[in-house]
């Protein structure tokens, strides 16, 4: 059975901190993984992954799949309690794009 | 430039009353369209999709339905709810037919006292 596993499930952190978070998954036939975040509402687009060992980068955030080890990273760094919310990772089934398996997702907060 | 409309934001129903939620898609044309459901401390649980008018799946058996009366509206509906069908539901869209990346409605917090 297809699944995508998140750690840790919550984190609490103080501002300016660096902070991993990770998704791993089992799917048959991986075509991408893809990062939201979910701040109150709606989740918001974050990356999408395809190959193993490139970097994607958007400020303080970066993220990199490993395709080997079937799981992938999300790393915050000089954390800010902006960057609170619940961080989510999904991988579409094998059988079309149109559906995606979810992680339960990180539920980070930063202290200031 | 698309954007994606859900409404209303938060809704409290009796037991056994019916539910419409409505989800309109702007600036686009054949979308497809997810409903989704999110309990606390939970993924995404995906109910419906569809990828076009009148064109219905569902992945979960429960007391819900969809449907799309029109290429961008996607409406959710109940007869009769239950208690377990509170929860967070987020509309969801894709640009083309063949897209993992989804676009997110702002949710509807449904209450079932």
């Known amino acids: 059975e297809d699944k995508v596993v998140q750690s840790p499930l919550s984190l609490v952190v103080h501002e300016g901190d660096t902070v991993t978070l990770n998704c791993s998954y089992e799917?048959?036939?991986?075509?991408?993984l893809l990062w939201y975040k979910q701040e109150k509402k709606a989740p918001t687009f974050l990356f999408m992954l395809t190959s193993s060992g490139i970097e994607k980068k958007s400020g303080r955030l970066s993220s990199i799949l490993d395709k080997k080890e079937l799981f992938s990273i999300l790393n915050i760094t000089a954390t800010q309690t902006g960057d609170s919310a619940i961080y989510l990772c999904a991988v579409p089934t094998m059988d079309s794009n149109y559906q995606l398996i979810w992680g339960a997702g990180t539920k980070l907060i930063i202290k200031p | 430039s698309q954007t994606i409309h859900q409404w209303p934001a938060t809704l409290v129903q009796p037991v056994g009353s019916p539910l419409s939620l409505e989800c309109t898609v702007e600036g686009t044309s054949n979308p497809n369209l997810y409903w989704y459901r999110q309990a606390a401390g939970r993924g995404l649980q995906l109910l419906f999709y569809?990828?076009?008018?009148?064109?219905i799946s569902s992945e979960v058996p429960q007391n819900l339905s969809a449907s799309r009366p029109q290429d961008r509206q996607f409406i959710l509906s109940s007869k009769k709810l239950l208690l377990s069908d509170s929860g967070f539901y987020l509309c969801a869209w894709t640009p083309t037919r063949v897209s993992s990346k989804l676009f997110f409605g702002s949710g509807t917090q449904l209450s079932v006292l």
């Open positions: 799917v048959t036939n991986f075509r991408s």
């Open positions: 569809s990828v076009g008018i009148g064109q």
